[in-house]
């Protein structure tokens, strides 16, 4: 016979909860693939909306199988750059750089706008020794906060010689999340600069995922191995 003092066992998740529960499992796992398809799928559209006007008809495939084929605009554009880079890269195509960016430079608006896209460009696309070397972890913005930065280079010239400190100073890149495109370039002295095991790429998604995905995944507490 049960009283009053009985204890009851704990009742399980009702069907509304468990269902609650499976929806929102399947939007972590729809979502990333349906919205990197749909980004990929627009980016491809809108190349080939400004590419194919400007490929001549009878190029153009469309005009022989009545299909509006997905993509061949995207061909045509890298067709079309690995030409252009292979020509810039002989002697005649560098002449006509020269001369092309002489021009340019005397035109006062335009050569603003040019040298501005010129430099991103080098930066995002140029594989060269500017790339971040380590992920560290330095004081920002106060003495007792951590923040995740990047390594980028040695501070040299004028930079070194002016600032007040013995050793070397560490040019660090502080990423904003969750666009890690943005953020500060500060200097530090080498001893206030912990270098990561991480890799820059491990780095990226926990500053992007705001702290949610570490190296590994398991434990954020273990190092990874």
Do not use: H
């Not at 919205?35 to 022989?64: C, H, K, M, Q, S």
């Not at 500017?130 to 330095?138: G, I, N, W």
Request: proline content about 8%; hydrophobic content about 45%.
């Amino acid at each position: 016979m049960n009283t009053p003092f009985d204890e009851k066992p704990p009742r399980g998740p009702g069907l509304f909860s468990r269902l609650r529960s499976s929806f929102f499992t399947g939007i972590v796992v729809i979502a990333p693939v349906s919205l990197t398809i749909w980004l990929l799928w627009a980016t491809v559209g809108w190349i080939d909306g400004v590419v194919l006007p400007l490929v001549p008809d009878r190029f153009n495939p469309e005009e022989y199988t009545g299909i509006n084929l997905r993509g061949v605009g995207v061909v045509f554009f890298l067709v079309f750059t690995v030409i252009v880079g292979w020509i810039a890269k002989g002697i005649i195509g560098r002449s006509l750089i020269s001369f092309a960016e002489g021009l340019v430079n005397r035109m006062p608006v335009v050569r603003s706008i040019y040298s501005g896209i010129k430099q991103i460009s080098e930066t995002v696309f140029a594989q060269s020794e500017r790339s971040f070397e380590k992920a560290c972890l330095v004081q920002y913005p106060r003495r007792g906060i951590w923040a995740i930065g990047f390594i980028s280079t040695v501070a040299k010239g004028e930079v070194s010689d002016r600032a007040e400190t013995g050793g070397r100073l560490f040019g660090v890149f502080i990423p904003t999340t969750p666009n890690p495109t943005s953020g500060f370039l500060l200097f530090f002295p080498e001893e206030d600069v912990i270098e990561l095991d991480m890799s820059i790429e491990e780095a990226a998604k926990l500053v992007i995922s705001a702290g949610l995905v570490y190296p590994n995944g398991k434990d954020p507490t273990t190092p990874p191995t």
